[in-house]
């Protein structure tokens, strides 16, 4: 399998996947699992705390196979990936 390069905003990771778009949807289940993880009194600050540590994805998802910042990358709005989120099954990473 590929390797590919995610990046949006301050997050970044490297995923296996079969395509791009994969690894985006892989990306937004990475910051769903993060902020799963966050414990706060109310939804506000669960918001708060995940903007802070740089756990959520911004407008654009940019994916390569090349590495982090590169001007080739395909990118990808945020609702559809998280669009295509809804429709894919997630394999146990």
């Known amino acids: 399998m590929p390797k590919y ?5 301050p ?3 490297i995923f296996d996947a079969a395509n791009a778009e994969q690894a985006a949807v ?6 769903c699992d993060q902020q799963a993880e966050i414990e706060a009194a109310s ?3 669960h918001v708060l705390i995940a903007e802070q540590q740089g ?12 590495g982090f910042s590169r001007r080739d990358g395909l990118v990808f709005d945020t609702r559809d990936v ?3 989120w809804l429709r894919w099954p997630m394999p146990v990473v």
């Open 11 to 13: 997050v970044r990771l």
């Open 82 to 84: 998280f669009e295509a």
């Open 55 to 66: 756990w959520q994805l911004e407008d654009e998802v940019v994916v390569n196979e090349q």
């Open 5 to 9: 390069y995610v990046q949006s905003g």
């Open 26 to 31: 892989m990306a937004f289940q990475w910051t």
């Open 43 to 45: 939804p506000l600050d």
